[in-house]
């Protein structure tokens, strides 16, 4: 299917664990993104990337991992998953100036018990 | 620090008109986002200001005053497919969009 797809769609970890959220983008757009929201926050951004295998943090990477070694996959690992991450993670892209607009997955929703 | 404000909740009639402001403070600016928001599903883009004025896009509009550092999105006629949060982004210096925690749009019939 076209589009941006995210999975799982939900998901219960326990502490400590190690989670993947996967991220795909039949687009071929250059810039991927990941975002968490939670209650009373905006959205806040976690990882960026370029390109594949360009990588960036931000404003809220500690605890996370990405990866990008194809242009349509941006997958986001929790290391060791604490209760602070629960929260709805989506993930985005946009077409190559980062002034385009973000098209939005349709968010995993990750609780960690 | 950069910080985007806007209200947390609006109520307004259905069929009336209706605007949300968003004031910010970024370093730096390159752009202003409006993005609609339904509960339990993702934020979908509607608008994009990165100069001063005005844009019209069928029932809405975006306004930016960059000297103010200023937006407002205005929602005419309104229907009951509005209800949902409207997110307000400013892209900064380092291309990085930074988010307001939305505005909770009520319609009521």
């Known amino acids: 299917d076209a589009g941006i797809t995210q999975s799982p769609r939900y998901k219960i970890t326990e502490t400590g664990r190690q989670v993947t959220l996967m991220c795909h983008q039949t687009w071929s757009h250059s810039y991927m993104f990941w975002y968490r929201q939670d209650l009373g926050h905006g959205l806040r951004l976690i990882y960026y990337?370029?390109?594949?295998?360009?990588?960036d943090k931000g404003e809220v990477p500690d605890g996370y991992v990405v990866s990008r070694s194809k242009t349509e996959n941006f997958p986001l690992t929790l290391e060791s998953a604490t209760r602070s991450q629960t929260s709805v993670y989506f993930c985005?892209?946009?077409?190559?100036?980062?002034?385009?607009?973000?098209?939005f997955g349709p968010g995993t929703r990750l609780t960690v018990t | 620090g950069q910080n985007i404000d806007q209200p947390t909740e609006m109520t307004a009639t259905e069929g009336a008109i209706v605007q949300i402001n968003c004031t910010y403070q970024?370093?730096?600016?390159?752009?202003l986002f409006w993005y609609q928001q339904h509960a339990g599903e993702a934020p979908t883009f509607l608008s994009y200001n990165v100069l001063d004025g005005l844009e019209e896009k069928g029932r809405f509009s975006s306004f930016l005053s960059r000297s103010k550092g200023y937006s407002y999105l205005l929602l005419k006629e309104l229907q009951m497919k509005d209800s949902a949060s409207y997110l307000c982004?400013?892209?900064?210096?380092?291309?990085?969009?930074?988010w307001g925690a939305g505005t909770k749009l009520i319609i009521k019939p």
């Open positions: 982004a400013v892209m900064d210096s380092n291309y990085q969009l930074i």
């Open positions: 990337s370029a390109a594949a295998d360009i990588t």
């Open positions: 985005a892209s946009s077409e190559g100036n980062p002034s385009d607009e973000q098209y």
């Open positions: 970024t370093s730096g600016f390159n752009g």
